[in-house]
């Protein structure tokens, strides 16, 4: 059988009191045995009505205190009740309710509210994350895949050369990687939101980036026609390499859509008074001030500069870069010639 704690503490309390009553009695009984030993002549009846007397007046106090046992029991377990009444209400969704703490009295049964308290926040922000990359992907893998059904639809209306067909192929691939890259972005800013990443930090020496990425982009840059510069130093930042490499990689390959042929893209790192600036400057044509701040919100493209991109690599760089406890921005908004800016701490040894 099933007691609630409430009822099972009151029995307790009940327990206790019925041990003092007990030996209340045991307690009057012995005295008025060795009173009697020391003075046979006394009568009995005397003593046994003392006795009686004191136990009794023990039992008439066990209703009062009965009273007090059912107010302390309750007082024991109203923030109990007050954790179970909230979590019933948050299953039931209503995912922005807390347990309110404010009232309680700091001991143990706040640290435990505060505990399911920061358990219900971390279980809301995976709760948004999932239903955020739920409406992303719904939004963003919707027009590749429709692509891709057109195409096939149409590649199959009618016979077709070989040549066609392969064409369509081609195009359909196009998009499959489109769609990968997408899904890929979305997982990694998804990862980001959660956090959790600081564990993972190690002594990362910039240049070893830059290297890496000049690597991967500088083939893309010489099919261009750009020209991918490179000023880098030996500063190191606390940080996940692979995340530093997709920052850095996200803003090489912005610049490199932006910048047109016989053009420049420029990476600099430099390092003054406890950070590193980790910079990226293309020759393109720039961006408005009026997209200073947006375009590094997910989805964000300035019009006219529709490059087939979903618009998430400056979301995912603005990301890295505060999980890296830095800053991301838009150096010269207005200007041409793009200049975005990293600043992150320095790692000093």
Known sequence: MSIKFRSRTFLYLLVLLGLFAGSQAITYTAVEYVHRVANPYESFREGLEEVLQATGLTVLLLVPLTGAAWWIARRITRPLHAVAATAKRI?????????????????????????????????????????RFSGDAAHQLRTPIAAMRNLGEVALSRARSAADYREALETMLGELDRLTRIVEQLLQLSRLEAGALKARFAPIPLGSVVEQVRQIYQPLAEVRGVELAVATSDARVAGIEELLVELLGNLVDNALRHTPKRGTVRIEVGAAAGEVRLAVTDSGPGIPDEFAQKIFERFTQVPGSETGTAGLGLALAAQIAAVHGGELKLANPGQPGARFECRLPRFVS
């Open 91 to 131: 299953r039931g969704g209503r995912w922005d309710e807390r347990i309110e703490t404010t009232t309680m009295p700091d001991d143990e049964t706040k640290v435990l509210a505060e505990t399911v308290n920061a358990a219900f926040d971390g279980y809301a922000g995976a709760l948004r994350r999932l239903e």
